[in-house]
């Protein structure tokens, strides 16, 4: 479980192919001395677990399906990418309960810049639209946001000069695709209904 909250921008320094998956060496900074093997990292809102740290690179692997429902499989050398490790019972909860467990990408349809930092426009998967809500919690490369608008498949957010600066939201612009993990709470409910719904039909 993480909170949304990116504590550190990393850099990918190899990406290469494990089988029909992906290992990455990420530069983690001085996060990567509070990992430890088999650990749990958020990477741009996807959760891998940690196979080696060694100094400051941290080595994770993205299995075939986590590639096909992510934008790992785009990452190269150099790229950035967010940063979390797992939150803990004694975590501040400064965002949004968040699983590390990608819904879907979305893409980048427009950016403006504000004097308080930009507003960014957003086209989801159709199939996620029912999770989203006016002013609910969003992931957004699992970063913690708000939805300030939803319309039709499309929703806006707000990023803030702190969010930009900390994060991979900075280098969004049209045609970006970003990873998308809606609100969990949502999914629960659904998922409670519906059996609750079959059950009632049986």
Same mark, same amino acid.
């Given at each position: 479980?993480?909170?949304?909250?990116?504590?550190?921008?990393?850099?990918?320094?190899?990406?290469?192919?494990?089988?029909?998956?992906?290992?990455?060496?990420?530069?983690?900074?001085?996060?990567?001395?509070?990992?430890?093997?088999?650990?749990?990292? !958020?990477?741009?809102?996807?959760?891998?677990?940690?196979?080696?740290?060694?100094?400051?690179?941290?080595?994770?692997?993205?299995?075939?399906?986590?590639?096909?429902?992510?934008?790992?499989?785009?990452?190269?050398?150099?790229?950035?990418?967010?940063?979390?490790?797992?939150?803990?019972?004694?975590?501040?909860?400064?965002?949004?309960?968040?699983?590390?467990?990608?819904?879907?990408?979305?893409?980048?349809?427009?950016?403006?810049?504000?004097?308080?930092?930009?507003?960014?426009?957003?086209?989801?998967?159709?199939?996620?639209?029912?999770?989203?809500?006016?002013?609910?919690?969003?992931?957004?490369?699992?970063?913690?946001?708000?939805? !300030?608008?939803?319309?039709?498949?499309?929703?806006?957010? !707000?990023?803030?000069?702190?969010?930009?600066?900390?994060?991979?939201?900075?280098?969004?612009?049209?045609?970006?695709?970003?990873?998308?993990?809606?609100?969990?709470?949502?999914?629960?409910?659904?998922?409670?209904?519906?059996?609750? !719904?079959?059950?009632?039909?049986?």
């Amino acid at each position: 479980m993480f909170t949304g909250i990116i504590q550190h921008l990393g850099t990918i320094r190899e990406a290469v192919p494990a089988g029909d998956g992906r290992t990455f060496a990420i530069d983690a900074g001085t996060l990567a001395g509070t990992l430890s093997p088999k650990d749990s990292l !958020a990477v741009d809102g996807t959760c891998l677990t940690v196979e080696s740290v060694e100094g400051g690179l941290v080595r994770v692997t993205a299995i075939l399906q986590t590639l096909k429902m992510t934008t790992l499989g785009e990452l190269a050398e150099g790229a950035k990418v967010n940063l979390e490790t797992a939150a803990t019972l004694n975590t501040f909860l400064g965002g949004h309960l968040v699983q590390g467990h990608v819904d879907g990408v979305a893409t980048v349809r427009s950016v403006v810049e504000r004097e308080t930092g930009r507003e960014v426009v957003l086209d989801l998967p159709p199939e996620l639209m029912r999770y989203v809500i006016d002013k609910g919690s969003i992931a957004l490369d699992g970063t913690s946001l708000t939805v !300030a608008e939803k319309s039709g498949n499309s929703i806006r957010v !707000a990023l803030i000069p702190e969010t930009l600066e900390r994060t991979v939201c900075s280098g969004w612009k049209p045609g970006t695709r970003v990873n998308v993990e809606t609100d969990a709470i949502g999914k629960y409910v659904e998922n409670f209904l519906r059996a609750k !719904a079959e059950g009632e039909k049986g």
